[in-house]
């Protein structure tokens, strides 16, 4: 059974950079697509990126603060959100996304981090 | 990007009862539409993948369709243990989108 679980600080000052890991046990990261997603009251749930074999794509609103990087030998991802706001306070997840018919569907997921943006 | 508009926000129905959430597309688009069930203090679950296939171990009374940008989610027979906020969310075009939520309560 995949199991994910994120990883970092709970807590972020204003313009600083969020930083994020999700170590993946029970498969490896090369056989799919993995996405950061997180969650707001606000906002509901936001898609923030995702990186396969393929590639990676990015959400727009978030691209010029985003990176999203992969090390394989650690069998984790992860996510750096840099200039942060109060508005990125949220509940980050980290997923697996399905692999072939439906490979938008995300089917796997951490149990996901709260972040709060806050001096 | 496309909008997934979703309704109800929250509905009250009782045990047994049959339950619809739709989301309306913002814009035409194939049958990449995904519907989860997320309870409190947990990450969403995949229910439905690409409009109407279930996921494996989802129950039967779960399903989903598809009838041009409108796509509906529906619990057959309402039980106790399906008290939870759902979720669509598509997946036809970056970026990923998600509708705002249904609160299903008994």
């Known amino acids: 059974q995949v199991q994910l679980q994120e990883s970092g600080p709970g807590l972020v000052k204003p313009s600083e950079t969020l930083s994020l890991t999700c170590s993946v046990s029970?498969?490896?990261?090369?056989?799919?697509?993995w996405s950061w997603i997180r969650q707001s009251p606000g906002d509901g749930l936001e898609w923030i990126g995702y990186?396969?074999?393929?590639?990676?794509r990015n959400n727009p609103s978030l691209e010029n603060r985003l990176t999203i990087s992969v090390d394989t030998s650690k069998n984790h991802f992860s996510l750096k959100l840099s200039s942060v706001t109060a508005t990125d306070t949220a509940l980050y997840f980290c997923?697996?996304?399905?692999?072939?018919?439906?490979?938008?569907?995300?089917?796997?997921w951490g149990p996901g981090i709260l972040v709060t943006v806050s001096s | 990007d496309i909008q997934m508009t979703q309704s109800p926000s929250s509905l009250s129905a009782s045990v047994g009862d049959r339950v619809t959430i739709t989301c309306q597309a913002s814009?035409?688009?194939?049958?990449?539409v995904n519907w989860y069930q997320q309870k409190p203090g947990k990450a969403p679950k995949l229910l439905i993948y690409?409009?109407?296939y279930l996921e494996t171990g989802v129950p039967s009374r779960f399903s989903g369709a598809k009838s041009g940008t409108h796509f509906s989610f529906t619990i057959h027979s309402l039980q106790p243990e399906d008290i939870a906020t759902y979720y669509c969310?598509?997946?036809?075009?970056?970026?990923?989108?998600f509708g705002q939520g249904t609160k299903v309560d008994i």
């Open positions: 029970g498969g490896t990261i090369g056989s799919h697509s």
């Open positions: 990186f396969s074999d393929s590639g990676a």
């Open positions: 814009q035409d688009m194939s049958n990449y």
């Open positions: 997923a697996r996304q399905r692999s072939g018919v439906g490979f938008g569907g995300f089917d796997f």
């Open positions: 690409d409009a109407d």
């Open positions: 969310q598509q997946y036809d075009r970056f970026p990923y989108t």
